[in-house]
């Protein structure tokens, strides 16, 4: 069983819409990050959380340690959205163990 | 911004052969990491690195891998006799702090073994 499951695996979605992507974890962590790449494939740090909410432009995360979950919110997506976004956690003070990632497309 | 820089983009090689991947972190940055991405698959946490000794490796870092910072800027993770198996994007990261401080990635090394 992997240690860090994202749900869904692709999601397709129409321009406007809100995106929830979810992230579940089976070990203990110090934090988690949720990570962006493009097609390119280049990776980006999008937050980087250890307890409650984190608000950035259109872009939500919360984490619940209690329940060893955390969700990634897009408000009124956009096609530029469009890439796979990574859940990521530490164990310890410095490995980070990886989601399988999730690919988010948004149609126009 | 400052941001973490890798060379080659890409590398193509024969099995057998040393590669050494290079990058450059963030220069306030204490803290060195390498990934690797098998083409569809997850990221995957080979080796973190302090004061100049690895901190902590994960089972696929074997004796064929190794770390070194060799002056003040580089980060190199060398692999001594590539595997077919090796060919994968691998991304050095870095950060200031230990304790789950946020990670800045390079572009990646995209590294074929033929």
């Known amino acids: 069983k992997n240690e860090v499951e994202q749900s869904p695996q692709n999601l397709t979605a129409q321009e406007g819409e809100f995106i929830t992507i979810n992230c579940s974890y089976s070990v203990g962590i110090s934090a988690l990050h949720w990570l962006q790449q493009h097609p390119g494939g280049g990776i980006v740090s999008l937050f980087m959380l250890s307890s409650g909410k984190k608000k950035h432009g259109r872009l939500i995360a919360t984490i619940n340690i209690q329940e060893k979950h955390s969700s990634l919110h897009i408000t009124a997506s956009h096609p530029r959205d469009s890439a796979v976004y990574i859940c990521?956690?530490?164990?310890?003070?410095?490995?980070?163990?990886f989601g399988q990632g999730t690919r988010l497309t948004i149609n126009p | 911004e400052p941001e973490v820089t890798q060379t080659p983009s890409h590398q193509v090689t024969q099995m057998g052969q040393e590669v050494i991947l290079r990058c450059v972190p963030i220069?306030?940055?204490?803290?060195f990491y390498w990934y690797r991405q098998i083409l569809g698959q997850k990221v995957e946490f080979l080796v973190s690195?302090?004061?100049?000794?690895?901190?902590?490796k994960s089972e696929i870092f074997d004796d064929q891998f190794s770390v070194e910072r060799p002056d003040g800027s580089n980060f190199t993770l060398k692999i001594r006799s590539t595997k077919l198996e090796d060919s994968a994007m691998y991304f050095c990261?870095?950060?200031?702090?230990?304790?789950?401080?946020?990670?800045?990635f390079g572009p990646g090394t995209r590294l074929t073994v033929l």
């Open positions: 990521a956690v530490y164990q310890g003070a410095q490995k980070l163990v």
């Open positions: 690195f302090y004061n100049n000794e690895i901190s902590e």
């Open positions: 990261a870095s950060t200031r702090l230990a304790g789950g401080d946020t990670q800045y």
């Open positions: 220069s306030n940055h204490l803290y």
